[in-house]
């Protein structure tokens, strides 16, 4: 059965950084376009940053546009999201999933989520 497995997340203070890591079992990744995603509490599931399976083509939400990065190595079947310049109003449950429909930013165009890791981040 195929699942991603989101690692790297903590507490952070306003200001610091953080990797997460999403990697999978039962899938090779490198021909999946990735996505990570976040949700706080009482919110929805709301897009981050998508790279394509070349790692070339990247897009951002506006909120983390210039702060966080998102790249890929295909040989460790591995999707990273470096996190800069953390914000409180970044603390979230952070998840990656394999685009599977036709819309990049919306959570339902994903498939296999994992069980998320959580970041902290404190003012």
């Known amino acids: 059965q195929v699942q991603l497995v989101e690692s790297g997340g903590g507490l952070v203070q306003a200001g610091g950084s953080l990797r997460l890591s999403c990697t999978a079992s039962g899938r090779t990744l490198s021909n999946d376009i990735i996505g990570w995603f976040r949700q706080a509490p009482g919110s929805e599931r709301e897009f981050g940053a998508v790279?394509?399976?070349?790692?070339?083509?990247?897009f951002f939400a506006d909120s983390v546009k210039g702060r966080f990065t998102i790249s890929r190595d295909n040989a460790k079947n591995t999707v990273y999201l470096r996190m800069t310049s953390l914000k409180p109003e970044d603390t979230a449950v952070y998840y990656c999933?394999?685009?599977?429909?036709?819309?990049?930013?919306?959570?339902?165009?994903?498939?296999?989520w994992g069980q998320g890791t959580q970041v902290t981040v404190s003012s």
């Open positions: 999933a394999v685009l599977t429909g036709d819309d990049w930013a919306r959570p339902t165009s994903y498939d296999y």
């Open positions: 790279i394509n399976t070349s790692g070339g083509t990247t």
